[in-house]
C-alpha cells in the first residue's frame, strides 16, 4: 500500500540510541537504573554533610538541614533550584508569620490565624508550591516547645533551611551534574519519534489495516509531551545554556504540542474511512507527502539530538509533495458525482491535516534554527 513502514537504517540508529539515552535499555544497569543509583548517592551525602556542618557550626537540631537537603535535591539541577526557591520562600513566609502570630492571642487560634494568613498570602503572591512548606514552617514555630523565644527559633529554622538548600544546590553542580535542558534535548529528540509512530498507527487504520496499537501509540507521545513540559520549566531555571538555546528548546516544546494537536484531529478525520475509494484515486500523490511526513519526523528528531536544523534535510521536499496533491484533488475532482459526500468530505479533511502537519515540520526546522541563531543554507 501507499504507506511504507519499514524505517531506513538511520532513522533506526537514532531511535535505538534515544531509546539507550531515555533509559529503555534493558537489564540492570541501564541508564534509568544508573541515574536513580547516582541521585540516592548524591542525596545521602548531601543529607550526610550537611548534618555534619550543621554539628560543627553548632544549629540546633541539625536534623531540620539534612531534611531541607533530601527535599530539594532532585534528579537535576534545574528541579532542585526550583525546589530550593519553593522551600525557602515557605519558610521564610512561615517564620515570619508563625513568629508575628506568636505575640497575641493563645493557642489554638493564633496558630490557626496564621495558617490561614500565610497561606493565603502565598497563594495571591503566586507562590502556590511554598504555601505548604510556609504552614510547616508555623507549625515548627509556634508548637514545638522548646527553651527560647519564638524569634529565636524561626531564626534556627531559616538558617538550617538556608544551610541544606546551600548543601544541595552544591552537591548538585559539583557532583555528577544533570542538566534538565539536556534532558530536555533527549526527551524532545524522543517525542517527535513518538510522534511519528503516531502518525503511522493513524494512517494504518487509514487503509484498513489492523491499529490495534493505536492507543498505545497516542498515550506514548502525550507521556512525553507531559514529561517534556516539566523538563522545561526546570530548564527555564538553569543559569546556563544561552538565551538561544532556551527559546530553542520553548519552540520545539510548542511546536510539539501543535503537533500533537493536529495527528488527533488527522485521527478523527479518518475515523470510518478505511472503506473509501474517493481517496485512493489521490495515490500516488497522498501517498508520497504521508512518506515525507513520517521522514520529516524522524528528521527533526536527527536535528533535535545534533543541535542542528539549518541544513533542508535530503529527499523530503514537503511543499513539493503538496502542490502535486493539490494538482491531484483539482483532477479528480469531476469524478465527485459517483461518491457519498460523506467520502469526499473525509478524503478532504485528510489532504488538508497532512498539508497543516506537514508545513508544521517545515516550520518547526526553520524556526527554531532562526531562535538558536544559525546560519540558513
Excluded at 103 to 123: E, Q
Excluded at 330 to 354: K, P
Excluded at 359 to 367: D, G, I, K, Y
Aim: hydrophobic share 45%; with cysteine; aromatic share 8%.
Amino acid at each position: 500500500m501507499w504507506l511504507n513502514t519499514k524505517k531506513t537504517r538511520s532513522q533506526q540508529e537514532l531511535a535505538t540510541k534515544l531509546s539507550v539515552g531515555a533509559g529503555q535499555g534493558n537489564g540492570l544497569f541501564s541508564w534509568e537504573h544508573r541515574r536513580l543509583l547516582i541521585h540516592a548517592a548524591k542525596t545521602a551525602l548531601a543529607a550526610g554533610l550537611c548534618w555534619w556542618l550543621a554539628t560543627r557550626l553548632g544549629l540546633h537540631d541539625g536534623y531540620w538541614g539534612a531534611i531541607s537537603a533530601i527535599i530539594v535535591l532532585q534528579s537535576n539541577f534545574g528541579s532542585t533550584i526550583t525546589a530550593s526557591r519553593d522551600r525557602l520562600l515557605g519558610t521564610l513566609i512561615g517564620a515570619a508569620f508563625g513568629f508575628s502570630f506568636s505575640l497575641f492571642g493563645s493557642l489554638p487560634w493564633n496558630f490557626v490565624l496564621a495558617v490561614l494568613a500565610a497561606m493565603t498570602v502565598c497563594g495571591l503572591l503566586g507562590f502556590r508550591s511554598s504555601s505548604r512548606l510556609a504552614g510547616v514552617t508555623i507549625a515548627i514555630v509556634m508548637l514545638v516547645q522548646k527553651a527560647g523565644s519564638h524569634w529565636t527559633l524561626a531564626l534556627d529554622r531559616v538558617g538550617q533551611v538556608v544551610l541544606g538548600i546551600l548543601v544541595a544546590l552544591i552537591v548538585s553542580t559539583l557532583v555528577f551534574p544533570d542538566r534538565a535542558r539536556l534532558r530536555l534535548r533527549d526527551g524532545l529528540a524522543q517525542e517527535f519519534l513518538l510522534l511519528s509512530a503516531f502518525f503511522e498507527a493513524i494512517l494504518r487504520g487509514f487503509r484498513g489495516e489492523p491499529a490495534e496499537n493505536l492507543a498505545t501509540a497516542r498515550e506514548d507521545a502525550l507521556a512525553a509531551l507531559r514529561t517534556n513540559n516539566q523538563l522545561l520549566e526546570a530548564a527555564r531555571n538553569e543559569p546556563s545554556g544561552g538565551p538561544g538555546g532556551r527559546e530553542g528548546l520553548s519552540m520545539l516544546a510548542q511546536f510539539g504540542r501543535s503537533a500533537f494537536d493536529a495527528l488527533v484531529a488527522l485521527e478523527y478525520a479518518v475515523q470510518g474511512s478505511h472503506e473509501d475509494v474517493y481517496v485512493q484515486q489521490l495515490e500516488p500523490a497522498l501517498g508520497r507527502l504521508s512518506l515525507d511526513i513520517r521522514s520529516g519526523f524522524h528528521y527533526l528528531g536527527r536535528c533535535i539530538h545534533d543541535w542542528r536544523f539549518h541544513v533542508p534535510p535530503q529527499g523530503i521536499n514537503l511543499e513539493e509533495d503538496i502542490a502535486q496533491l493539490e494538482a491531484r484533488m483539482a483532477e479528480i475532482r469531476h469524478t465527485g458525482a459517483q461518491f457519498s459526500q460523506a467520502e469526499i468530505l473525509r478524503a478532504y479533511a485528510v489532504q488538508l491535516h497532512l498539508k497543516q502537519i506537514a508545513r508544521l515540520l517545515r516550520a518547526t526546522r526553520v524556526e527554531t534554527s532562526n531562535a538558536i541563531g544559525e546560519a540558513q543554507r
